[in-house]
């Protein structure tokens, strides 16, 4: 990505009224230097998006990445193909976020590829004729009762031999270790240049708006839609990043 297009992100350095946390014009602004900071491993993760997409894809197939945000997967996909044609579709129910993927979409596009960009509910999407379906630090947004109706439509319009690639912000069932997991993961944020205040308030603000899960109740989810086989290729602290083929 660009790194000059992102500004510093001090959403949460004063004291801020309460209240939840929205993808905005005030995030999508400071999102590429949020994400980067406050998700471990994240470079690596969009890295092998790449790599796995690229393994993955079949001729004549679409790819899809639900809930794009500023495009970090779908351009590093895009790096991986070249000159070769594929088709993907990014979709994202942020008005700013689809807008700031827009203006970047043609820094990464070359001849052969073809990205759609589409600003909706992902779980209006259709999903069809898929062989790679990307959710990288999506699910955990949405409501839990929608989860696994989510994960049955993906599958559906999946082909065989297909990868859904998931990453997700996680519990792990042991409270002490769980514990000493944010933990770590808040020095992380604070080896990153956030302050205790900037890591509180942001923490509050995402109560409500992100529920993370264990991996077990993921491998559960996937495998009860019928997916094959499943594990964690990435874990760094309570966040994780999943392939699942069919
Ligand atoms: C990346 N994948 O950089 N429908 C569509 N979009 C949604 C929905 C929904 N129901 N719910 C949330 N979003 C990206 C990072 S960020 C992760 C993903 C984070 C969108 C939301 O608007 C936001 O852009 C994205 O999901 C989550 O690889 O901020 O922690």
Known sequence: MNENTSKRDDIYAKIVASGDFVFDETTANVFEDMIKRSVPGYSTIISMIGVLAKRYYQSESNIYDLGCSIGGATFSICSKFQNEEFSLIAVDNSPAMIKRMEEKKNNFLR?????????????????????????????????????????????????????????????????????????????????????????????????NVLTPETIDAHRCRLVSAGFGSFDVWFQCFNFASMIAIK
């Open 111 to 207: 001849h052969g590829g073809r990205v759609e960009t589409r600003c909706e509910n992902i779980q209006n999407t259709l999903i069809k004729n898929a062989s790679v379906i990307v959710l990288n630090f999506t699910l955990q947004f949405l409501p839990m009762s929608n989860r696994l109706d989510l994960i049955n439509k993906i599958y559906a319009g999946m082909r065989p031999n297909g990868i859904l690639i998931i990453s997700e912000k996680i519990v792990v069932p042991d409270s002490t270790l769980n514990t000493l997991l944010i933990n770590m993961y808040h020095q992380f944020k604070q080896s990153n240049g956030y302050s205790k205040l900037e890591i509180s308030q942001k923490r509050a603000a995402l109560e």
